[in-house]
């Protein structure tokens, strides 16, 4: 039975030489030598420095192709004309399943055709020194992100291979990705990925961790997310991480993501340890985009609002062709340059919007609820805790594929656009909050005049693909 304790130093020794040995990449890993690669980069390249010390959001994208002199061109063009702050390389699918010789039949095909076989960069294939020649060609500090329920491999080649950030968790990338990894499974195996993180900070190379925020990206009620990047935090901070950004995904109405923001910062601070540095990052609206790339703008432009108004450390930002998938380098580009014009233009001003402290204060009591009960399924362990929570489904995340999480919870829009919770299920939470959910669906139900039910819910996931935030029916009265 796993608990949240930290990995002694012979056994993550011994699951270094067993992982390593998956693919023969792996052999360039060499601890100390790492060390002393990472402490060669110059500052303006240390990840967690430049994000903890920023004085606006900094913003970043999401990039990754298959062939490194194809990654190194795409990250060198969003740094110059798309003026990003920091920089991604995310991880192509078939690695993302430790399906290595698929990954590396794929860059080789790249390598010959001059194609995007893959979408992302394989790191594992590519190995420690490609991995640097990266580093070394970008001016600026970059990010693993991928979506792998097992990223020991990955972590160990490219921690040495000199990245200083790596996304994910064992939650976040699990509940939303799989239903071929249990939750136990991807725990212990993430225990791992951070007690190496852990392992660097230790020798002076502090490499920073950020669980996934969005989940499932479709309208998680904001508790269950921040309960859950609490509990992915804590459980980094137990192996020795000591620089770690909660994640947050856009739910599109300003006041509760603004609101959201400021709780999962505060609620960071309070339980994560004192040593820890939290930050956090806002990831832009993860659903449906309109197909037309003018309204997709005006998304991205929300985003940016918000993110003038909370002041996360990062935002993560979407492009205007978000609908068709892929973007091209100009719109990611374009992506980023609307997100900066928003946000160094409203930023210098003190917008005040009504609402804001009371939403915050129902999200944190909801969240403490969902913490409690965490602790109490797992008698103050978290990683028990959060086992057995998700299993009574007293923790839940909606929309789930994993087996691991019941699915059941339902969220639906109230008549101000805000994330409410429609079916509670066996999701723990106090009587007194699931009346004030009731109240404010029934307010939207009276205003369209219908009922309650699992249209409001289905209408919402679509709403702002079809250029709106709540999903009204064409016939509601005077809306």
């Not at 990840?47 to 004085?55: R, S, T």
């Not at 947050?248 to 339980?271: F, M, P, R, S, T």
């Not at 004030?436 to 139900?445: D, P, Q, T």
């Not at 702002?464 to 935030?469: A, N, Q, T």
Request: a negative charge.
């Amino acid at each position: 039975m796993i608990r949240d304790e930290r990995i002694p130093a012979d056994e993550l020794r011994r699951i270094d030489d067993e992982i390593r040995s998956n693919w023969p990449t792996g052999d360039a890993v060499d601890f100390d030598e790492a060390i002393d690669y990472h402490e060669s980069l110059p500052a303006h390249k240390q990840f967690a420095d430049v994000l903890e010390n920023a004085d606006k959001p900094l913003l970043q994208p999401r990039a990754g192709v298959p062939r490194l002199d194809d990654q190194i061109e795409l990250l060198e063009y969003l740094h110059e004309s798309g003026q990003a702050d920091l920089l991604p390389t995310t991880i192509d699918s078939y690695t993302r399943d430790n399906e290595y010789g698929k990954a590396q039949e794929g860059l080789e095909k790249a390598r010959e055709t001059g194609e995007d076989t893959l979408n992302g960069f394989p790191a594992v294939n590519h190995g420690v020194e490609d991995c640097r020649n990266l580093i070394e060609a970008i001016d600026a500090p970059i990010e693993v992100r991928h979506g792998t329920p097992d990223a020991r491999l990955l972590a160990a080649i490219t921690f040495a291979g000199g990245f200083q950030s790596f996304e994910g968790g064992p939650i976040s990338y699990n509940i939303p990705y799989t239903k071929r990894h249990g939750l136990e499974e991807t725990i212990e195996k993430w225990q791992f990925v951070d007690r190496l993180a852990g392992a660097y900070t230790e020798r002076g190379v502090r490499i920073n961790r950020e669980p996934f925020g969005p989940l499932t990206g479709t309208l998680v009620p904001p508790s269950i997310a921040i309960a859950i990047m609490i509990v992915e935090g804590q459980l980094a901070a137990t192996q020795g991480v000591r620089s770690i950004t909660l994640g947050y995904g856009q739910v599109g109405n300003v006041v509760q993501d603004v609101a959201a923001l400021n709780a999962l910062q505060k609620l960071g601070d309070e339980y994560l340890p004192d040593e820890v540095v939290v930050t956090t990052v806002f990831h832009e609206w993860m659903g449906g985009f309109p197909p037309d790339e003018a309204r997709a703008n005006g998304v991205i432009s929300l985003g940016g609002m918000t993110a003038a108004i909370a002041q996360p450390d990062k935002v993560i930002t979407k492009s205007p062709q978000e609908f068709q998938g892929v973007p091209t380098k100009e719109a990611n580009a374009s992506g980023l340059r609307t997100t900066r014009q928003v946000i160094d233009m409203a930023i210098e001003q003190e917008i005040d919007i009504d609402g804001i402290a009371e939403e915050q204060d129902l999200i944190e009591r909801e969240t403490r609820c969902l913490m409690d009960t965490i602790f109490e399924h797992g008698d103050g362990d978290v990683v028990q805790g959060t086992i057995k929570a998700f299993d009574s489904g007293a923790l839940d995340v909606p929309f789930a594929p994993s087996d691991s999480a019941r699915g059941a919870v339902l969220p639906a829009r109230d008549d101000d656009g805000r994330v409410r919770i429609f079916e509670w299920a066996d999701l723990a939470m106090d009587d007194d909050i699931k009346e004030i959910h009731k109240a404010r669906l029934s307010r939207r139900a009276d205003t369209e005049g219908r009922d309650q039910s699992f249209r409001m819910v289905a209408d919402d996931v679509d709403a702002i693909s079809d250029g709106k935030l709540i999903g009204r029916p064409q016939n509601a009265g005077d809306v």
